[in-house]
């Protein structure tokens, strides 16, 4: 029999219900977020509690099986938020767990190859975002950007933006999933915005710094500058920046 | 600033600049450690031109004032065309402005020669140096090292510079001299001899001291022009092959040329950019670099040529069938990436996979190998395979049938001298 079951959508949850699984001895399971449940009447289900202590364990264990990256892979995996792909994760930490050895780059087994897989897509997404990141200079001095990313990959940016730009304030915000990280020249923390109905967050004409006007214009200059006509070749260009990029681009409004 | 005019500047300054290929950012490992602006580590390409090329980093000139007259270049002296020049000052404030938006991974900072060699590398250095100290900048830094200039001035480029480079453009000397008849070979290599000693030096000196100072991080790079001397595929990639060796250039990149200028020795206005043998020549440029072939494979006296409807990865496999099939679970990894259709990353996730396991079609195929290409030069653990005893011509020709070339609509041929 099948048991369903349902959970927070959170990584610690994730890790809760692998505690369960193992716990109850389930067979075969169905670990679904709970938003994604609809009642049939049949249905053995259990709902998981995401528990810290639970969590570590199994946390524990996998560390053990498999190296600092292949825990970190599971993790930017899960981080993708990707529809019904917790039956994989579950199976790939199941196949780990039976493991004698570390099966991390088993690539012929399934589950892992689907955990490569999903690790793939969130990386380029997280690599476009380092790419098309555009920040416009607010009068108080903080470089502000809006993105709106296929997957979850603010947690993934933030290294990468502190070491950066470590002398100067900075806003990444994902209209998407409605959070923010702002760097204040000594942390980074997450942060919710409020934006008013007629107030949208990328609405920011008003507060603009005096010479953001001026770089954007040249930015834009320099950018059709450097294309040489004769060798146009749109496909490429579309392969490389896709639409859905085009319109938090400076040089492509 | 007055907005008109350093937008002309931009305009004139960048359009000079983007003949220059080489837009990498990759190779450094500059660290943003004195919390200033910037680090410089795999490299970014931040926006794409409509011609598909990447933009990294924010590419001009100096100065487009130039006292040579090299045939082949927009800015040569005899060109009627609009000159311009930067300041130092404003070529750090669009530098760090730039940078601080998101725009790019750092500057690529070249020029016309005005004055002389030592007058105009003193100026690119100075830009480097003033964003170094005065600005804490550590993003990347790409300055051209202009033939002729001093050892002292070329040392202290490698102090602030990621990466330097001299542009050979044209892969012979005789190329040279036909176009560039200011241009010596042997002065254009001058600073990349000094340069690689340098670095070599330098390295050494890191190793034994942590704190000593970073010299050109990056390497060097050069680059050739292409098509527009009839120089063929042998020659070039031989050439290129030299460089890598005796200079160890991190990059040698291959530019097509591009009809700029009516001039009886050049290729004439109307003449499309050889772009597929451009493609091929970096595709040969690979092969040399990250999969262990040497250069006579790819191309030598009796095979000068790369062939242009099929990649030469392909086209060395087809004239080597006597290599092949070869068992994909017991080959080793230099032989794995010798097999068209499989790449660098799915070469080592296949030795890794397989000692899990032996590995069959549909398993080679998750790992990202293409098989169209692949299945006619493997046997995996399947009995399916290929049967039939082809030779390379019909696979050729069955890989062409089912995969179309984005270039097909534009082939043309190399000029064949003979």
């Known amino acids: 029999m099948v048991t369903t ?78 529809d019904r792909e917790e039956n994989n994760y579950i199976g790939f930490i199941r196949y780990v767990f039976d493991s004698s050895e570390n099966v991390e780059e088993d690539y012929g087994n399934r589950y892992v190859m689907r955990v490569s897989e999903i690790v793939r897509m969130v990386r380029r997404e997280k690599h476009r975002m380092e790419a098309f990141i555009r920040f416009q200079k607010l009068q108080d001095g903080t470089y502000y950007s809006v993105i709106e990313p296929d997957f979850n990959v603010l947690p993934l940016l933030m290294k990468h933006f502190r070491n950066r730009y470590a002398d100067q304030k900075w806003i990444i915000y994902d209209i998407r999933r409605k959070y923010g990280m702002y760097y204040n020249l000594h942390d980074v923390e997450y942060i919710n915005i409020d934006f008013a109905e007629t107030n949208k967050a990328s609405d920011i004409d008003g507060v603009l710094s005096e010479d953001e006007g001026l770089y954007q214009h040249l930015w834009k200059n320099y950018f059709k500058s450097v294309n040489i006509q004769s060798r146009k070749n749109t496909k490429l260009h579309v392969r490389h920046i896709p639409k859905r990029y085009w319109k938090h681009l400076t040089e492509k409004i | 600033m007055n907005e008109e005019r350093i937008t002309e500047k931009l305009n004139i300054l960048a359009d000079a600049a983007k003949y220059d290929v080489s837009c990498s950012s990759s190779g450094s490992k500059r660290k943003n450690d004195n919390k200033g602006l910037g680090n410089a580590s795999n490299g970014i390409c931040h926006s794409y031109t409509e011609d598909g090329r990447c933009v990294s980093l924010l590419k001009i000139l100096l100065t487009n004032h130039c006292i040579f007259d090299c045939a082949y270049c927009v800015s040569r002296k005899s060109n009627d065309i609009k000159r311009a020049a930067f300041t130092v000052q404003e070529v750090v404030d669009l530098t760090i402005n730039f940078y601080r938006r998101n725009y790019i991974e750092g500057l690529f900072l070249s020029s016309g020669i005005f004055k002389d060699a030592d007058y105009t590398m003193e100026r690119l250095v100075l830009i480097a140096k003033k964003l170094r100290t005065e600005h804490k900048f550590n993003g990347y830094i790409h300055l051209k090292s202009i033939p002729g200039a001093s050892d002292e001035l070329m040392n ?22 036909l176009l560039a008849p200011d241009k010596s070979h042997q002065e254009m290599i001058k600073p990349m001899g000094y340069l690689k000693k340098a670095i070599i030096q330098r390295t050494e000196e890191k ?111 087809i004239r080597n069938m006597h290599e092949f099939p070869i068992d994909i679970n017991k080959a080793d990894l230099r032989m794995i990436l010798r097999v068209p259709g499989i790449g660098v990353q799915s070469a080592h996730k296949i030795v890794s996979a397989r000692r899990f396991g032996k590995l069959n079609w549909d398993q080679i195929k998750q790992l990202g190998v293409s098989l169209n290409r692949a299945k006619y030069f493997i046997i995996c653990n399947s009995s399916e395979f290929e049967r039939r005893d082809l030779t390379g011509n019909n696979i050729k020709q069955f890989i062409l049938a089912t995969s179309h070339s984005k270039y097909l609509k534009n082939t043309q041929t190399q000029l064949n001298l003979f």
């Open chain 2, 207 to 317: 190793k034994i001291f942590k704190k000593a100072p970073m010299f050109a991080p990056a390497g060097q790079s050069t680059q050739v022009i292409i098509g527009a001397t009839p120089e063929n595929d042998n020659q070039i990639l031989h050439s290129a092959n030299y460089f890598y060796k005796n200079f160890n250039l991190r990059r040698v990149y291959y530019s097509g040329y591009v009809p700029v200028l009516a001039d009886s020795r050049l290729p004439a206005l109307n003449t499309s950019v050889p772009m597929v043998r451009e493609n091929r020549l970096y595709q040969a440029d690979w092969l040399m670099r990250n999969y262990g072939f040497h250069v006579n494979e790819i191309v030598n006296d009796g095979q000068p040529h790369l062939d242009l409807d099929i990649d030469p990865k392909l086209g060395w496999a």
């Open chain 1, 5 to 82: 079951l349902l959970y927070d959508g959170t990584f610690e949850g994730l890790l809760t219900a692998v505690f369960e699984i193992y716990e109850h001895k389930l067979g075969k399971v169905n670990l679904l977020r709970k938003e994604h449940y609809t009642e049939t009447m049949f249905d053995a289900v259990m709902d998981v509690v995401s528990d810290e202590a639970r969590a570590t364990r199994v946390l524990g264990g996998l560390k053990k099986k498999l190296s600092g990256m292949g825990v970190q892979r599971l993790y930017a995996a899960h981080l993708s938020g990707m």
């Open chain 2, 156 to 177: 202290e480029a490698g102090l602030y510079a990621d990466r330097l480079s001299v542009n050979l453009e044209m892969p012979t000397e005789a190329g040279l001299k």
